[in-house]
């Protein structure tokens, strides 16, 4: 997408830095890569290529090709990321985690996904903390992702403008 905004001058005033535009897009860039890694994804910023993803057929290989690589660069560090699965009736689940050798101290990559799309899900979030307490030195936090497919009549994405949030038809027992 090149000059995206150049004909709707109100959204050219809010515009910030080129350092903090370009690191929003790499956050979006990211996000939407993780959750279709069947698909090829490729980020050029001012003419330059900075991150190739190639089309793979698992989470896992995204997730370390996206996440891992360029947080803990040092090779060897994709067999420290474990894929577990579950399904049940009208819903299957995917967790992509990273063991305490590439923690951070901060959660800035812990990612739910619901359907393919990135949400703010506290109480998965609460799931993945306090199914790893105990397990990460040092108050660091886990790097790790979320990918719940559920059917459709069983969750709502409009509640909140950006459709960043989800009410579950049941809740999340």
């Known amino acids: 997408v090149e000059g995206l905004f150049d004909n709707l001058p109100a959204r050219k005033n809010f515009i910030k830095r080129p350092a903090s535009e370009a690191l ?7 996000e939407k890569a993780l959750a279709f890694p069947q698909v090829n994804f490729s980020l050029y910023q001012d003419g330059r290529e900075k991150f190739i993803l190639p089309a793979t057929n698992s989470l896992k290989e ?6 891992i690589e360029e947080t803990a660069p040092t090779k060897g560090r994709g067999q420290h990321v474990h894929q577990i699965q579950g399904q049940d009736e009208g819903f299957s689940l995917e967790i ?5 050798n590439i923690s951070r101290n901060d959660r800035r990559h812990q990612y739910i996904f619901t359907n393919g799309r990135r949400i703010q899900e506290y109480s998965f979030q609460q ?3 306090y199914g790893s307490q105990g397990w990460f030195p040092n108050a ?3 790097i790790g992702a979320v990918f719940l497919y559920i059917d459709g009549h069983l969750v709502d994405f409009n509640i909140h403008p950006a459709k ?3 009410r579950f038809r049941d809740g999340l027992r």
């Open 96 to 100: 992509v985690l990273g063991s305490p």
């Open 62 to 67: 995204r997730f370390i090709a996206a996440v």
């Open 127 to 129: 799931a993945l903390e």
């Open 164 to 166: 960043r949030e989800a």
């Open 24 to 30: 929003a897009i790499s956050k979006t860039f990211i």
């Open 140 to 142: 660091s936090h886990l």
